[in-house]
């Protein structure tokens, strides 16, 4: 069975960076695209970053330019270093792994709140 284990969440002050981790334990059998999504207060869930298998990336606007995803040495690990982080990217963040005969698994989340 898949679990999506996500670390890195937490407290920041404004301007801030942190760097969220995401692997995957068990065996994903073609994998689309891995990233991130996250859940501000009171709005739905929306994409932050995500990078497909053949290296396009994509990022919400309003996080280019200070969010970079990765992918780790090991497989199916993912990151997300977050620079100039300002209050209103505060909310749970989730990795996801989208595979191509299995559907899309997802992280539990990572709260990130960052003070002003």
């Known amino acids: 069975q898949v679990q999506l284990v996500e670390s890195g969440g937490g407290l920041v002050q404004a301007g801030g960076s942190l760097r969220l981790s995401c692997a995957a334990s068990g065996s994903i059998y073609v994998v689309n695209a891995m990233g991130w999504y996250r859940q501000l207060p009171g709005k739905q869930r929306e994409l932050v970053a995500s990078?497909?298998?053949?290296?396009?990336?994509n990022y919400a606007d309003s996080v280019k330019g200070r969010f970079t995803i990765s992918a780790g040495n090991a497989k199916n690990t993912v990151y997300l270093q977050m620079n100039s982080l300002n209050p209103e990217d505060t909310g749970v963040y989730y990795c996801?792994?989208?595979?191509?005969?299995?559907?899309?698994?997802w992280g539990q989340g990572t709260q990130v709140t960052v003070s002003s």
């Open positions: 990078f497909t298998s053949i290296g396009r990336t």
């Open positions: 996801y792994v989208n595979s191509q005969y299995e559907g899309t698994y």
